[in-house]
């Protein structure tokens, strides 16, 4: 069992920065693609990005490429976001992931992810 805690979320202006970070416990780490998704009010939730398992290979939605970066700490246990030039449309709860899967069936199909956090909000203000 794999449990996941996400932190850095907040209030933030468009075109600021903000860093989220995934803490992850139980389990082997570094045997999981992890990944962040999004869901915003009254929308379906949606893939974000991911990083494979070695840290070597990333995965971005089209909407968030050249803005933000995924990193992992496999050492720490921990995946992190940057997120950089954000717009009002990134304001969402944002969840980190774990998958036994592949980064590419992750971002064409959250149901099978094995393990979400709880989420943190992160706002963006125009």
């Known amino acids: 069992q794999v449990q996941l805690v996400e932190s850095g979320g907040g209030l933030v202006q468009a075109g600021g920065s903000l860093r989220l970070s995934c803490a992850a416990s139980?389990?082997?780490?570094?045997?999981?693609?992890m990944g962040w998704f999004r869901q915003a009010p009254g929308k379906e939730r949606e893939f974000v990005a991911a990083?494979?398992?070695?840290?070597?290979?990333?995965y971005y939605a089209d909407s968030v490429k050249g803005r933000f970066t995924i990193s992992r700490d496999n050492a720490k246990h921990a995946v992190y976001l940057q997120m950089n030039s954000l717009k009002s449309e990134d304001t969402a709860v944002y969840y980190c992931?774990?998958?036994?899967?592949?980064?590419?069936?992750?971002?064409?199909?959250?149901?099978?992810?094995?393990?979400w956090g709880k989420g943190t909000l992160v706002s963006v203000s125009s």
């Open positions: 990083i494979s398992r070695g840290g070597g290979t990333t």
């Open positions: 992931a774990a998958d036994r899967r592949s980064g590419q069936t992750m971002q064409r199909n959250y149901s099978g992810v094995d393990y």
């Open positions: 139980g389990g082997t780490f570094n045997s999981y693609v």
